[in-house]
């Protein structure tokens, strides 16, 4: 039977005989299916495949095999030609090789990032949170996000070379000149002063940039009968709407989590969903890290319709359907300020008794409200509860209120600032009105400036059939999309990596964006490449300065030379801060609408792909999701409870109705999901979005109207449909030998060493350590070891060993000159794969395709293992997420079966890869305990993810495949330090071993000019210093839950990690000595 066919079998009701902590329901109901996946090398692959085949066909794969085993082999390898240019004429100040770093920004749904973007040789590679200028004083010189990015700042740099990017005008599906867009303005009767601007609307996506503002505002006096609208498909409507509620006038809430004891999110996703979540998670895991310094922590609870990364790593979470997530905040409100009387008052409006408050109230007592409120309370001046953007204004109104009552305002745990998205006409509201003139042939020309409502507009406007209806419609966007192919003009947009411009971060302090190429697709004409928004509006407008860096510079023309190029160094201009407002809160008029008590189903921005404009993006796709590991596809997540009553499995298809309209998409049973509630993500089932996103996912688009965009009543059944989710829940599993049975009751004490490392029932082994707080702060690191694992697991010093003059508590091993170590705590880690895409986008990791993925074959070298515990039909279901890749073991087990010996130790403890001497016998993966090690069963990165290898002659591969697969602009993604790995080759996490010998060699040069007497150098001695030196993971962490460093140095960071009591070695039974080292995981919840 082919493996298509093996569904996994979720037992009804499950036993907790299994380990204590899992990573899928499969693993946890131990079925047959599950272990016979786990214990093939191939998952996915039908052997029948094989046995069907022809003769010819298997004579020929067979000769083709046999050539190329020979044709790999090093020594007959034949290498392509290169040829070699010299670098006769640089620029001044520019070293070939040596890494430029721009301060700059990106921008999504209106709110910038501050990044620092590196360049070698004027080519973007990798992007990271900007941390500012420590040096400067003042306010503002401090980006709010603290040097942190999203995941979706760190796959830009992809989309930058999307080789199908949009690359130069077309008019009406011809290739065009940004000339003749030029003269078609001229000419055309709506961009004439005093003309016909009645008929002239402007479509844009949400912006922060003041350049655009001020052009926003030329474009009203110019065409007086013009008018402007916004929307964005994830937008902060609710938001907004919600602080006219409770403060008469726009406001934005700037959260300081640093100083909160008790943190409640309702239905808010807050540590990644959020425009502000690099920041939010960076304060509250202050008050994570507390544990060990003050022996306090926060507390976190989640009050959520599905399952979130906030939820993941709540101390307390409450699973509730999102209509019903008001009625909560309402009675939070009441119990906080002692107006609350079942059966009586609902919050502080006295209400007449109704079915409706008695299901409230019911739900008050069971989802145990009451605590909570305590705990708010007791907190005064030290809690703050933040709302999700998917629910409504009044719920917000709420929050802003119970906030002021529990002093969160006073304290300043909650700013408020002035919105800088204050405009009249937003969102839902915006697209209605514009689609209504249209339908009623009152708009004859717009200007669509980002954004794809094609695709993204609610579902009972029609936004496509309007848009039709309009003569002159111009759109600038990245690709040519689903609305530009409805378009007359078709404009290419501009990369923020290529351009200039200008933003508001979140606390509204402005920076600049500042181009780090050459426009990737301009000729020297300036006849193609593209344009931004402030462009093409100036264009519009006929001004005089029509390039992206006069438009800029004219904005801050306030500042002088020297500000100027300061706030290009900083990237934030100094004092530019939001201004700070003194509002008092009121409770809203209305309360909340009353819970479905129906099917709902729940609609929002996908934890990968967004609303949809990271579809082409191979690094978002091939992301596993957080907790579901889901790639290359969208689901409906529901219930076990669910599932049961529908019959469902993982993959088999639902339908989903919402106001006459259906989708259908593969089901995903998550553990603590609320019963009654369906929650699926967007972005997927793109037409247009490339190659790599074009037919990938359901689009859930469909779904959305202008009345319930986000949540709404639905009709769910099964149908016959079934996908294959290429998910990688259980692939690599660290003890595969456990699930697959084969020492149970034949090999005792085989069996019994297996079962403490994954644990006994009840147990939390040697992978996850976890305790509470209480416990911790009794017992320390006795909370978590058991007696014997304390015991000397070597009798004899290994033959490297010898005492450290360094550092006496140090490594007494591979530790010539410095011993390389990391810590990852996961108390702090959020799994929000940051860390993984930046990693990827470092070391230039390929993406592989779905098929692949079936396969177990991803070659992610970092990847995040999610742990639940608890039972899974129960709504207390807790996760633990523990980033693994390669630890460095100082006793590698890879090492010791290599017969080529390409993988070796270096004197500072790297275990290294020699990608010439690997002949891919794969015994180096079999024997690693961790499962980190990735192998090319193809060339990956000329192998198309949507298809098959690349026809190239058997006798090129792979010298030349490589050269002739990928294309020049695709390759220029590649950082030029790190190998292009080929078929055949093994690889692993090298803890960046490039960055490592960047640093030495900066370290030592400063050292020899230190010792010349040069001014300005006064190093003390040649070795890196703590801190010199970072990966790529810790670079893009929000919570810092990733430290590297050297452990010779006393008191370097890492080192101090790795004597703390949370510090052990996962497997470290087993006596390979990681030179990482995970910190336990502490929970505190309210006893």
Known sequence: MAIENQKSKIENTPDLTGQAYWRSLEEYADSPAFRQAVAEEFPGYDPDEILSMSRRKFMALAGASMALAGLTLTGCRRWPKEQVLPYAARPDGHMPGVPEYYASITERGGVATPVLVKTFDGRPIKIDGNPGNPEAGGSG???????????????????FYDPERARGVMHNGEESTWQAFRSFVKGHPAFQQGGADQGLAVLAESSSSPTAARLRKELSQKYPGAKWYTYDAVSRDHEIEGAKLAFGQPARAIYDLSKADVIVALDCDLLTARHDSPRL????????????????????????????????????????????????????????????????????????????????????????????????????????????????????ALCHAINQQIGAAASGIVRLVEEPLAEETTGIAAITELTQRMNADEIDTLLILGGNPVY?????????????????????????????????WQLPAAHALEAWGDGRAWDGVVSIQQP??????????????????????????????????????????????????????????????????????????????????????????DPSLYDGRYANNGWMQEAPKPLSKITWDNVATISITDAQQFGVQNGDHLKITVAGNAVELPAYIMPGQPTGSVALTLGYGRTRAGHVGNGVGVNTYTLRTTKAPAIAPAGVEKTNGFTKLATTTVHHLIDPDLVNGKNRGTDTPAAWGLKKRVGEPGKSGYIIHEANLEKYKKAGSRAFKEPHADLKLQLFPGPDEAPNPRNPEGPTAFNDPHAWGMAIDMNS???????????????????????????????????????????????????????????????????????????????????????????????????????????????????????????????????????????????????????????????????????????????????????????????????????????????????????????????????????????????????????????????????
């Open 456 to 488: 993204d507009a609610p579902a009972d406007i029609d936004f496509a059939a309007a848009l039709k209806k309009v003569p002159h419609a111009i759109r600038l966007s990245l690709y040519h999309d689903e609305t530009s192919a409805l378009c007359e």
């Open 516 to 605: 780090t190429i050459k426009p990737l697709f301009e000729d020297a004409q300036r006849t193609t490449g593209g344009r931004t928004a402030a462009e093409v509006l100036a264009i519009v407008l006929g001004s005089p300065y029509q390039d992206s860096y006069s438009l800029t510079r004219q904005t801050h023309s306030d500042l002088d030379e020297k500000a100027w190029r300061q706030a290009l160094h900083d990237g934030v201009i100094a004092a530019s801060d939001a201004r700070l407002l003194d509002l008092e809160a009121r409770l809203p008029q209305t309360d909340p609408e009353s819970g479905i008590d129906g099917f709902e189903v729940t609609i929002g921005p």
């Open 141 to 159: 010189q401090t980006p709010y996000l603290k040097g942190k990015t999203s995941v979706f700042d760190q796959a830009e740099t992809l989309t």
């Open 829 to 1087: 880690c959020i799994g929000c794969n940051a860390c993984v895409v930046a990693c990827q986008a470092e070391n230039n990791v390929p993406v592989t395709g779905k098929a692949m993925v079936n396969q177990s074959r991803e070659m992610h070298w970092l990847r995040i293992d999610t742990y639940f515990k608890g039972e899974p039909d129960s709504g207390d279901v807790q996760a633990v997420h523990q980033p693994m890749m390669c630890v460095h073991c100082e006793n590698a087990p890879c090492e010791q079966v290599c017969p080529v010996a390409a993988t070796v130790h270096d004197s500072e403890g790297l275990n290294t890869m020699v990608y010439n001497r690997c002949i891919g016998t794969r015994y180096c993966s079999n024997n690693c305990p961790y499962k980190v090690r990735r192998f090319n069963y193809y060339d990956y990165h000329a192998k198309d993810v949507r298809g098959g290898i690349s026809a190239k002659p058997w006798l090129n591969i792979p010298d030349t495949q490589q050269q002739g697969a990928i294309d020049q602009i695709t390759r220029m993604v590649f950082n030029p330090d790190v190998t292009v790995r080929m078929r055949g080759v093994m690889e692993k996490c090298t803890y960046c071993t490039q960055r490592i010998a960047a640093a030495k060699i900066n370290a030592k040069n400063e050292w020899a000019k230190t010792k010349q007497g040069i001014a300005g150098y006064d190093r003390e001695q040649p070795h890196v210093t703590d801190g010199e030196v970072t990966t790529a993971c810790q670079d893009a962490c929000a919570t810092n839950a990733i430290v590297f460093g050297d452990l010779n140095d006393p008191q370097s960071k890492v080192f101090k990690l790795h004597q703390n009591n949370r510090a052990y070695g996962v497997l470290d039974l087993l006596n390979t000595r990681p030179r990482t080292k995970h910190l336990a995981k502490i929970r505190n919840p309210k006893t």
């Open 281 to 396: 998670a960076h304060d509250w895991s202050l008050g994570r890290k507390s544990a060990d310094t003050a022996g306090q922590m926060n507390r976190l609870y989640a009050i959520e319709s599905t399952f979130t990364t906030t939820g993941s790593v709540a101390d307390h979470r409450l699973p509730v359907k999102a209509s019903k997530v008001g009625e909560a905040a309402n009675i939070l409100m009441g119990m906080i300020d002692g107006s609350f009387q079942p059966t009586v008052v609902l919050g502080r409006r006295s209400r007449p008794n109704s079915p409706a408050l008695n299901a409230a109230v019911q739900a008050a007592f069971e989802m145990k409200f009451q605590p909570i409120a305590d705990d708010l309370k007791n907190h005064l001046g030290k809690a703050v509860v933040i709302p999700g953007e998917s629910q409504p204004a009044e719920v917000h």
